[in-house]
Every structure is written in structure tokens, then in C-alpha cells.
């Protein structure tokens, strides 16, 4: 299909700029090479197969087609060492039936514990959300959110080297205001082939026509040498004040190598929607 051929130039171009080298640039020219987004999609499944604001894991659905989505948010996490939290906007449009494209501009804060906060730019983010497999057809919603992390202009305010997340995410609604979603991917960097895996699931409850309610189970494998695992759950909200500005939140603590990764982790945000 001609969207196919074109969310694989995408992904190509995604990938070129990030400054990946062999092996992962390679297997993607190969991709383009195949003429077919098959091929992505099982690379994708075999990574290990992050989102849904306000989680940490991400649902299927990209934004409406001609529309925007725009989050202006903060989040953050503390451990025993001090506070790292990251505040910016998150835009979102969708460019096509299925295909949404996203830049993320943030700004990060350092604070050790006990000193003073420092303030600069993180890890600017592109990424296209593209949705091949529908519930209607299929019972289930189906995309991948591949998102490449530009180098932060320090390492104290994020990575200083490329790097791009490959995931894959599914949902599944009820009736009843019922719905779950959930997936995850690996992350890939110019250094290693594969530096750290993530996996999330997500249930939530539309507990009131304009209040929807969630909880959160997510994992993430060591992401540096002498970093542990981490996993948490986490609960989260949206309100909608109206059909354009809406409310979400998200707390979470962790439940392994708790005082490492996360003692308590946080997200609050304002989306606008038009």
C-alpha cells in the first residue's frame, strides 16, 4: 500500500538521522530494500516487544486525522540520591489516516539531594505513530511508535548520544467503559545494539462521563552498567474540562530496587485538543 511505503520512508529517514550504525541502520535499509512494512513489524516483535499519557506505556490510538494533540507537562521520579524531573511540550498530528507524527521539546532538572537544582535542555524527540491493525477486523488495535531521542546538549540533563525506542503497543475496549492497553520495545543506541527493554501494561475505568480512571504495571531492564532494573505501578487520571482542555495525572512508585529507580515518580499535564 502507498501509506506502507511511506511510513517505511519514515522510520528510514527517522533512523538516518539518529546516527544509529550497523547493525540496526543496516537491517532498516534492508527493510526498505523488502518494499514492505511486514518485515518492520516482525523486527519489531522480535526486539522484545513507551504512550498513553498520563502512563508510562503507550496505547495504539494516533491522533485524529488533520487534528492536534498538545501536552504541556511535567514529570519526574526521586530516589535516594536526589530528584531528576523534565518539564516541556509534547505535540502531536495526525498526518494521515493511522499516522500520527510527534516532537517532544523538553527541558530537564537536576536537584541532588541536598544541593541545589541545574536546568538545560534534554533529549528532543521525533516519532511516528502509525496504527496497521484495527479492532473492528481484528478485536485488536495495534500500532508501532518508533521515537528517536536526539543528544542531549549535557549528560546531566539526559543521554548525550542518539538513540531510538521501538515498540510495539495493543488495546483492546469493552463495553462498559472498560479499556486496556499496553506493549513495549527496546531501545537502541550508536553505542550498543540494544541498551535497555521496557514492557507496560495499562486498565482503565471511565468512572464518569468526562473522569477516567487507571492503574499501571511497568518494567524496564537496567539501562547502564550499575543501574538496576526497575519496576512500579502506578495509578492515573483524566479529566475532560471540555471537548479541548483536559487534565491527566499519574503517581507511581517502584516495587523493585525501590530507593535506585523510584520512590515515588510523578506526571501532570494540560492537553489541548483541536
Not at 18 to 34: E, I, K, N, V
Not at 144 to 164: C, K, Q, T, W, Y
Not at 209 to 238: C, N
Request: glycine share 10%; proline share 5%; charged share 15%.
Amino acid at each position: 500500500m502507498e501509506l506502507d511505503a511511506t511510513v517505511c520512508s519514515i522510520y528510514y529517514m527517522m533512523v538516518r538521522s539518529s546516527g544509529l550504525r550497523y547493525p540496526m541502520a543496516d537491517s532498516f535499509r534492508h527493510l526498505m530494500r523488502s518494499g514492505t512494512c511486514a518485515c518492520l513489524v516482525l523486527v519489531l516483535l522480535t526486539q522484545s516487544a513507551v504512550a498513553g499519557p498520563p502512563y508510562i506505556s503507550d496505547d495504539p490510538e494516533p491522533t485524529d486525522y488533520q487534528h492536534f494533540e498538545i501536552y504541556t507537562y511535567s514529570l519526574g521520579a526521586t530516589t535516594r540520591t536526589g530528584t531528576t524531573s523534565q518539564s516541556g511540550i509534547d505535540f502531536n498530528y495526525g498526518a494521515a489516516p493511522d499516522l500520527q507524527i510527534t516532537a517532544t521539546l523538553p527541558a530537564g532538572i537536576e536537584q541532588p539531594a541536598g544541593e541545589g537544582a541545574s536546568v538545560g535542555l534534554s533529549n528532543v524527540q521525533l516519532a511516528a505513530k502509525y496504527r496497521f491493525l484495527h479492532q473492528d477486523s481484528f478485536g485488536l488495535d495495534v500500532s508501532v511508535f518508533p521515537r528517536i531521542f536526539l543528544p542531549a546538549s549535557s549528560s546531566s540533563f539526559g543521554d548525550n548520544h542518539a538513540s531510538l525506542l521501538l515498540p510495539v503497543w495493543v488495546q483492546k475496549d469493552w463495553s462498559g467503559g472498560w479499556s486496556a492497553f499496553g506493549g513495549g520495545g527496546c531501545t537502541v543506541t550508536e553505542r550498543r545494539a540494544v541498551d535497555f527493554c521496557q514492557a507496560g501494561a495499562v486498565l482503565t475505568y471511565q468512572l464518569l462521563p468526562k473522569f477516567q480512571l487507571g492503574a499501571e504495571l511497568f518494567h524496564q531492564t537496567a539501562d547502564s552498567v550499575g543501574t538496576p532494573a526497575t519496576t512500579s505501578v502506578g495509578i492515573g487520571w483524566r479529566y475532560d474540562l471540555n471537548d479541548n482542555y483536559h487534565l491527566l495525572g499519574y503517581v507511581s512508585r517502584g516495587i523493585e530496587n525501590i530507593n535506585e529507580t523510584d520512590q515515588v515518580s510523578w506526571y501532570a499535564s494540560v492537553l489541548f485538543t483541536f
